[in-house]
């Protein structure tokens, strides 16, 4: 039986209808959905610290180790001076001065220990994991500087007043400086490059030393002499000043103290130096010390005899006068 007219009209509209309500949905997804939130960016991979690295971050600070004596730091070179305390941490700048037959210890960590001996003077310039820069003012100072796997410190020590810096990553050695621009540098272990504000350079081997003098650049690095000469000339017989002069000879530029006093020998080796007596007996030591560690000590008594006190004011009386009878005086 054929469908009726009504039905075939109607058949096209119910499909339409069916797929206007099936696209519906679709179109609410497409169009109409709010796009979900984005996904949190991935973290990043967390970077392994190793020991070296580790070991490295501890060697940044200097510090004022141990010491013994009269030892003075001050902040800055417009800084007042102050005594110095154990494990004080030192910075750029910073200024340490060891007193009169005292001494103190400097470390950078594990990697760098400077000992500075009496009567010398250092600044601080940097302090980094790859490098430590102190300058000598003067006096007389030694830096053992070790090396560790996988980190490699440099420790750099200029002379102030002097064309010099000497420089290691792994050795000890020992410099000098007179002030005056004479300095001394003697390698115990390792190698040292001493070089010159020209870039000229030297490379100063264990057991060996160099020399700048003012106006003669580096010398040619020669073997450190183990053994230190030492020559005095004392005063003789009893003494009547309360201060005399004592002289010596020594090697070239090696450092002197007299009772703790400290003064660099000349270029010929000779040094003097003004000692105060106390009355009665007086035991003047004397050392004598290289750069490679080497030393020599003498000592001597002297003997301080004041003079006789002055005699008593004359008991004369104004307007008289003393005769001189055959030993004979009759006082007034």
Avoid: C
């Avoid at 206007?20 to 973290?43: Q, S």
């Avoid at 970077?47 to 730091?73: I, M, N």
């Avoid at 490379?203 to 160099?210: D, E, H, L, P, T």
């Amino acid at each position: 039986m054929a469908a009726s007219p009504s039905h075939r009209r109607q058949a096209p509209f119910l499909i339409g209808l069916v797929l206007i309500l099936a696209a519906l949905p679709v179109g609410w997804f497409v169009f109409l959905r709010e796009p979900p939130a984005p996904l949190p960016p991935p973290e990043p991979p967390r970077r392994v610290v190793t020991d070296a690295e580790a070991e490295a971050k501890k060697a940044v600070e200097l510090v004022l180790s141990s010491f013994e004596g009269t030892v003075d730091v001050k902040h800055g070179e417009a800084g007042a001076w102050e005594p110095a305390r154990k494990d004080m941490p030192l910075r750029p700048t910073d200024v340490v001065r060891t007193g009169r037959g005292s001494w103190a210890v400097l470390l950078n960590g594990e990697s760098v220990e400077l000992r500075m001996e009496a009567e010398t003077e250092i600044s601080v310039e940097e302090i980094s994991n790859e490098l430590s820069k102190v300058m000598l003012s003067s006096g007389l100072a030694t830096a053992t500087v070790r090396g560790r796997p996988n980190v490699r410190h440099t420790f750099v020590l200029k002379a102030k007043n002097g064309n010099a810096e000497a420089s290691t990553s792994q050795g000890t050695f020992t410099m000098s400086n007179n002030g005056t621009g004479t300095v001394s540098v003697g390698t115990r272990e390792g190698d040292v490059k001493l070089s010159d504000k020209e870039g000229k350079y030297v490379i100063v081997r264990a057991g060996q030393r160099s020399i700048v003098r003012p106006g003669k650049g580096l010398s040619e690095p020669e073997p450190i002499p183990s053994t230190v000469f030492l020559k005095m000339e004392w005063p003789t017989g009893e003494q009547r000043q309360r201060e005399v002069t004592v002289v010596g000879r020594t090697d070239p530029f090696n450092r002197v103290t007299v009772d703790g006093v400290s003064v660099f020998a000349n270029e010929n080796g000779t040094f003097k130096l003004d000692v105060p007596l106390a009355e009665g007996s007086n035991l003047v030591r004397v050392a004598a010390v290289g750069v490679g560690g080497a030393r020599q000590d003498e000592q001597h008594e002297l003997t301080l005899v004041p003079p006789p006190p002055p005699p008593p004011p004359s008991r004369k009386r104004p307007g008289t006068i003393e005769v001189d009878a055959g030993g004979i005086w009759d006082p007034p």
